[in-house]
């Protein structure tokens, strides 16, 4: 009767702990205190662990089983005494463990391995809870330590991700990260890198201590393709890394990927926590925090850090806490850094953000333009010109650098100063002018100097008045030279200083004589004539040891020189109005400065120049057609940098000007043969037919230039014609099948792995292109079977023979849905009854009838499953069934003939229930698919499939991450952080969606209630 009295009680405990309301602490002392009156607690120990059977079968996270759960680690851990002292231990230790704990621990670790996935995943939930309720120094058996360590290494590799997360969350406080060969860590750092389920990184990211080991891993997940992982991974290292234990180079990256990730979430986290936190770590000290950012090698990070800095705080806080400023509003220019001086300009540039409403706050910070203008003009002045000795000094170097990355802070500071007031402006313009007109002047701040003074002056007439007068003073300045002496002077000098000498000794004779006599009114006026002649001699002397000198002005060539007059145009050109165009001033400066500076010796010099003549030509369509040439030449022969510069400049004029430009030949010897006489009609008919072929011929030789350097060895070069190529498609200059297939097949091959803008260009590019416009899409429709045949004919030796053909096919069916494009409409011509995949349908069946047996069938018929096809009776699906039927007789391949017989019922409107399976289950190259199990509880089934695709040789490229979601067409189920995280294959779009009130009653079918269980357990066993 006791053994069914303590029956009944431990079946109520469990009853009442189903229930959240109730308070499990009564519960647990309620419970152990029948317990520790029990002689034999075998019966209890037997009895507790055949009741706690019952949730650990449930696999869904049902309250009342969570609870009960709960209440099950709670009570078993309740026996625990805490330790208070070591002697304490080593006394416990002798004595026995606690027997009720020890035997649920043993039971656990039997069941681990157990078939199914509910039972599996509940032990693992179990021994994490069980060692997380325990105190931090509790302390178990050693054996007993090693066999749930074990156990976990096992279950971390288990299919289902809610047992590897439980698994990982068990092995937390079993870690010993001093340890370099520690298994949990080793095992830790396996699931971050190659678990496939995001949840499971997460759990590990929690879990994991941060060591020497753990850290790199750990900076990694920040660049997780989940958004939530990454989120994470910058909590972690907020919450658990010191700012001291990152280097430079790790602090720049974080906060530069983090500053601009695409989650807002993740950007908040970085934002107001890991910032935040760094700024504790360092009292608060901004400039302290900067200056463990190195400012002068990353000014871009650190001003995105403090803007974020900024926005969490109100400017007049903000205005207060500027410290650094005296009196003047300004920093006294002997406390002048690197980190104050950015702080100063990203502030006020931060503040000029807000309009009005900071502009009482700019006047507290930022003194006059005047005056500023003075401070500017001080600070740039005391810069020191290094010799050829000095600047092997690092030291010196050094203290160079650094006083010009503070010039330039102060430059851009010119862009906050109020210049409406004329007194400021002018004197503002005065020391930018004079600052360019120094040869001093560091050649890092020309390029600043010339874009402030530019952007203070509104008038571009004013603009290029003042820039060319820079340039001539700067080009051409006032130089004293010596004067060549005519010999014919020379000898008129000399002759005329003897006679001075003769009658200087003739007067001194005289004057002696006059002394004799004692006739001193004769001998004093003898005396001045004497001082006469003796200026005038000396004055002759003097004249005939110094040559004369002149002021001229000289002309300079030397490259310094060259190079800050072309970037000073650079600049002016820069910030100019496309509709001002080529003005007598800019036309001199061209014929002088640019075309010149383009035959120079000196690289850098050249590249200016050609950047310059780029500029140029956006401005003057004629200036365009003229240099075209030119620049095409520059683009294939000379140096990497100076190639760009060309080719970036040909690509600029054909995105703003079109083709129109390379017809200008044509259309010159048009001209020229109306105004010519004595030709006969004959002759100018047959010229008028030769023009389009010209043109013709012209426009396919500078597009097979550009072509040809897709496939340079130089990756910017290919980068660059890439990016250009994709913007003249995307404005329309440009339509071609052929480059569409060119680019595709680049973007998928290997060697452009390490590529990231071109493949990132590309990325961004195919979407965009694709889903704006109907023609667009057919462009993608004719490359279609090119890019194919190129792939399946690639030989061996070719990066190409590599690529996955399924997934460049599964990219091409994305790309052209019509449900895809944006803003389709019946009004519009895009809109059309045959789609483009309806005509896709028809090339691919006529592709597949060609040869029926090759091994690109199975390619073939996988594309015509993923199709939007329309259902029903309609002219294009009569002729498409036709064409389906006649393919089914010629293909022999049981694979291909499933999946087109199942396109065939669902063309025809039958069996809509077939229509809801998962038509790409059939056909896959290669292995495509890891493995499916079906999961049962209470009658219902899950279908869960997770599908990787590869694209080349990379693991988690874009296309394979582009196409996967778009091409499956099926809806994903986000689950919760602890839940399975698979996608779950819901049907596709055909199907009817149940009402809101089926779902609701489903919901109530699926509540779990233990009880019923329990009480229909124990009438069997009765």
């Keep these: ?158 299919k289902f991700p809610n047992v590897r997360i439980q698994a990982v969350l068990a092995m937390a406080r079993l870690q010993d990260p001093q340890d370099g060969d520690c298994p949990t860590v080793n095992a830790y750092l396996l699931l971050l890198e190659n678990d496939s389920n995001p949840e499971v990184r997460r759990a590990v990211l929690s879990c994991i201590a941060p060591s020497a080991m753990t850290l790199p891993k750990i900076l990694g997940r920040t660049r997780d393709v989940n958004e939530n992982v990454r989120k994470l991974a910058y909590q972690v290292l907020a919450e658990k890394v010191h700012i001291r234990a990152l280097s430079i180079a790790q602090r720049v990256q974080l906060l530069q990927q983090g500053l601009n990730d695409r989650s807002g979430a993740v950007k908040e986290v970085v934002q107001k926590k890991l910032l935040q936190a760094w700024l504790r770590l360092l009292e608060g000290n901004v400039l302290d925090l900067l200056h463990r950012l190195d400012v002068e090698n990353c000014p871009e990070v650190a001003m995105a850090a403090l803007n974020a800095t900024f926005a969490l705080s109100p400017l007049n806080e903000l205005a207060q806490n500027c410290s650094n400023i005296d009196n003047r509003k300004l920093i006294p220019l002997d406390n002048l850094s690197c980190e104050n001086s950015l702080y100063w300009r990203a502030l006020c540039e931060y503040v000029k953000s807000k309009g009005d ?53 102060l430059i851009l500071l010119v862009g906050c100063l109020d210049t409406a007031e004329e007194g400021g402006r002018k ?160 036309n001199g400066i061209m014929e002088s400065l640019i075309l010149p500076g383009i035959a120079n010796a000196h690289p850098s010099v050249r590249n200016m120049a050609v950047e310059c003549l780029g500029l140029c030509t956006l401005q003057n369509k004629e200036l365009a057609k003229r240099h075209l040439v030119l620049l ?6 000379d140096d990497t940098k100076i190639r760009i510069s060309a080719l970036k400049a040909v690509l600029d004029q054909l995105l703003l000007n079109g083709m129109e430009i390379i017809k200008s030949k044509s259309q010159n010897l048009q001209s020229d043969s109306d105004t010519g006489r004595g030709e006969s009609d004959t002759q100018q008919d047959g010229q008028e037919a030769k023009e389009p072929e010209e043109e013709e011929n012209t426009v396919n030789n500078i597009l097979s230039l550009l072509l040809g350097f897709l496939d340079s060895e130089i990756p910017e070069l290919r980068t660059e014609t890439v990016e250009g190529l994709a913007k003249l498609m995307f404005s329309g200059r440009l339509v071609s ?12 091959n290997p060697v452009t792995e390490d590529d990231t803008r071109l493949r990132h260009c590309l990325g961004v590019f195919f979407p965009l292109f694709a889903y704006a416009s109907r023609s667009n899409q057919e462009c993608f429709e004719e490359s279609f079977l090119p890019t194919m045949h190129t792939l399946f004919n690639a030989p061996g030796s070719s990066p190409l023979a590599e690529v996955d053909v399924a997934n460049v096919a599964e990219l091409f069916m994305d ?63 009569k002729d498409l069934l036709v064409l389906l039927d006649e393919v089914c007789t010629e293909v022999k391949d049981k694979v291909c003939l499933r999946a087109l017989e199942k396109l065939i019922s669902q063309l025809k409107g039958e069996s809509k229930d077939n229509g809801t399976k998962d038509v790409n289950t059939t056909i ?39 196409t996967r979601s778009r091409t499956t067409r099926r809806k994903t189920v986000e689950v919760s952080d602890e839940s399975d995280g698979e996608i779950i294959e819901a049907v596709p779009e055909t199907v009817t969606r149940s009402t809101r009130r089926a779902k609701a009653a489903a919901m109530e079918k699926t509540k779990m209630n233990l009880t019923d269980l329990i009480s229909r357990e124990a009438d069997q066993s009765s």
């Design 924 to 962: 896959n190259q290669g292995p495509a698919e890891n493995g499916e199990e079906n999961v049962e509880n209470d009658d219902d089934q899950l279908k869960s499939t997770k599908k990787r695709t590869k694209r080349g040789q990379k693991s988690a490229s874009t296309a394979t991450r582009t």
């Design 737 to 748: 099948a052929k480059l569409l297939s060119r680019l595709i097949l680049l973007w998928y």
């Design 632 to 637: 095409l030449q520059i683009a294939q022969l």
């Design 357 to 409: 409403e900071g502009e009482e706050v700019l006047e507290q910070i930022l003194p006059e333009a005047a005056i500023y203008a003075e401070y500017l003009y001080g600070y740039l002045k005391s810069i020191p010109v290094m010799t050829e000795e000095q600047k092997a000094d690092f030291a010196q170097v050094e203290n160079v650098m650094t006083k010009e990355f503070i010039s330039q802070q």
């Design 1 to 158: 009767m006791v053994a069914e009295n303590k029956v009944l009680e431990i079946k109520e405990a469990f009853e009442k702990a189903q229930k959240t309301h109730n308070n499990k602490a009564k519960l647990i002392s309620a419970l152990k205190q029948r317990y520790i009156k029990l002689e034999d607690k075998t019966i209890f120990h037997e009895e507790f662990v055949y009741y706690l059977k019952f949730p650990m079968i449930v696999y869904k996270r049902e309250p009342a089983v969570e609870s009960v759960i709960d209440f099950a680690a709670k009570f078993a851990t309740s026996f625990e005494e805490p330790v208070e002292n070591e002697e304490a231990t080593e006394e416990d230790e002798e004595e026995e463990e606690d027997p009720f704990l020890n035997y649920l621990f043993h039971f656990l670790l039997k069941s681990h391995n157990a078939n199914s996935h509910a039972v599996r995943f509940r032990v693992c939930q179990l021994i994490n809870k069980l060692l997380g309720s325990m105190s931090e120094n509790a302390q178990i058996d050693d054996d007993l330590f090693d066999q749930i360590h074990e156990a976990m290494l096992v279950r971390v590799k288990d």
């Design 427 to 586: 004197r503002v313009l005065a020391v930018l002018q004079e600052m360019l007109v120094l040869p001093n002047t560091p050649a890092s701040l020309v390029s600043l100097l010339i874009e402030k003074l530019v952007t203070v002056l509104r008038d571009d007439d004013k603009r290029i008045q003042m820039v060319a007068e820079i340039i001539s003073e700067v080009r051409e300045p006032i130089v004293s030279v010596t004067d060549p002496i005519d010999e014919n002077v020379s000898r008129k000098r000399q002759i005329k200083l003897a006679e001075v000498k003769v009658k200087l000794i003739e007067t001194k004779q005289m004057l002696e004589d006059c002394i004799a006599v004692q006739d001193f009114g004769q001998a004093s006026e003898l005396k001045d004539k004497i001082t006469e002649f003796e200026s005038l001699k000396n004055q002759l002397m003097k004249e005939a040891e110094e040559p004369e000198m002149k002021e001229v002005r000289m002309e300079k060539n030397d490259p310094d020189t060259l190079l800050k007059c072309l970037t000073m145009c650079s600049e002016l050109l820069k910030q100019m109005s496309t509709d001002k165009g080529i003005g007598p001033t800019m």
């Design 815 to 877: 790309l052209t849905r019509p449900s895809g494009l944006i803003n389709q409409s019946k009004k519009t011509d895009d809109y059309k009854e045959l789609t483009v995949h309806d005509s896709l349908a028809i090339r691919i069946c006529n592709e597949i009838l060609n040869d029926p047996a090759a091994p690109d069938v199975r390619i073939y018929a996988r594309c015509l499953s993923t199709l939007e096809l329309a259902t029903g009776e309609s002219v294009c699906n």
